[in-house]
């Protein structure tokens, strides 16, 4: 009895002194009353994307203890329901970011929570002050129809050329005779004259 009392005082000992205990920021701050709640550092995005275009969000938060997790919360403009993003944290570093699935026009409209150990939570842009994401409306491309490039082209429709050509047609045929002579004036002849199309 006396050595399995040694060998689990032994164990017991050995966790304490060289592994060290799960979460200890967070058992640190449980047991010393954490109080302090997160801060949050993001500047509104100002910028209008356009629909096609990629959006990173991105945030830093600070705590005295440490962070357990920092969320995006976003939906469409004049939209009621909440979608929700975690946002990751980069590297070993303050900033926490995520990227937005695709956003369509007029943009979004969002805040930001985080939460530290202690379960203190801090927002920003919170839902009666949300902070907005503008996305441009798609702009639509008219490509003209055949008809409409054939007649830009030319500047003048092929039905004037038509009406042109069936008129001088007449013309040479009702005042023509086989000596090639000009016509007399006054025979209702008429030259025309102009770019071949």
Not at 29 to 38: E, F, K, T
Not at 85 to 110: F, N, T, W
Request: glycine fraction near 8%; charge should be negative; proline fraction near 8%.
């Amino acid at each position: 009895m006396q050595l399995l009392r040694a060998i689990l005082i032994l164990c017991f000992s050995y966790t304490l002194v060289f592994l060290p205990p799960a979460h200890s920021n967070e058992a640190l701050a449980l047991s010393m009353g954490d109080l302090i709640a997160p801060e949050i550092y993001h500047d509104p995005i100002a910028k209008v994307f356009s629909p096609d275009e990629s959006i990173i969000i991105r945030t830093t938060v600070t705590d005295n203890n440490g962070i357990k997790n920092v969320y995006f919360f976003y939906r469409e403009v004049n939209s009621v329901e909440f979608k929700s993003l975690r946002l990751k944290r980069e590297l070993d570093s303050d900033i926490y970011s995520a990227k937005l699935p695709s956003v369509e026009a007029p943009g979004i409209e969002y805040y930001l929570q985080a939460t530290d150990l202690a379960e203190n939570s801090v927002f920003l842009g919170q839902r009666f002050s949300l902070l907005t994401i503008v996305v441009a409306p798609a702009i639509e491309v008219k490509t003209p129809k055949p008809k409409e490039v054939a007649e830009e082209k030319g500047g003048i429709s092929k039905w004037v050329w038509i009406g042109l050509g069936a008129l001088a047609v007449g013309a040479f045929a009702s005042g023509g005779d086989s000596d090639n002579e000009p016509p007399p004036i006054g025979t209702g002849t008429a030259v025309i004259t102009g770019p071949a199309p």
